[in-house]
């Protein structure tokens, strides 16, 4: 910036994912990304508009209140996305086969043990 100030941009994690922040690194701007339970509230806000939560983020952000998020690669992103739906496959077919042996008459005692790789 021309006067000396150093821009920091600060906002709440959302739907969209991290595309603003990436945006906006590549661009070589200073940007956190923090969640939404984290920001601290007053018993007394309970209007929520776009101007208070960015006041309130600003506000906090500057004193040093917020906690940033951990923004992963787009590579990490995908492996993370990868593993989680191999993680929900394996689930529904323990759930199933749990299930199809709880419908037999003898009782049983089944642990399950799995590490995911890669």
């Known amino acids: 910036m021309e006067c000396g100030a150093e821009l920091r941009l600060v906002y709440e994690a959302g739907p969209c994912g991290y595309v603003?922040?990436?945006h906006l690194r590549e661009r070589g701007l200073h940007c956190?990304?923090?969640s939404p339970a984290s920001v601290p509230k007053r018993p007394a806000d309970r209007v929520k508009t776009d101007r208070r939560d960015a006041?309130?983020?600003a506000l906090q952000h500057r004193a040093g209140a917020l906690r940033a998020?951990?923004?992963a690669s787009h590579a990490v992103e995908g492996k993370l996305k990868n593993r989680c739906e191999k993680s929900t496959i394996l689930s529904r077919?323990?759930?199933t086969a749990v299930?199809?042996?709880s419908s037999t008459t003898t009782p049983f005692h089944l642990s399950i043990?799995?590490?995911l790789r890669g």
Do not use: A, D, G, W
Request: proline letters at 0%; hydrophobic letters at 50%.
């Open 20 to 22: 603003i922040y990436r």
């Open 32 to 34: 956190t990304v923090v």
């Open 55 to 57: 006041r309130t983020l």
């Open 69 to 71: 998020l951990y923004v």
């Open 93 to 95: 077919l323990v759930i």
């Open 99 to 101: 299930s199809k042996l």
């Open 113 to 115: 043990c799995c590490v």
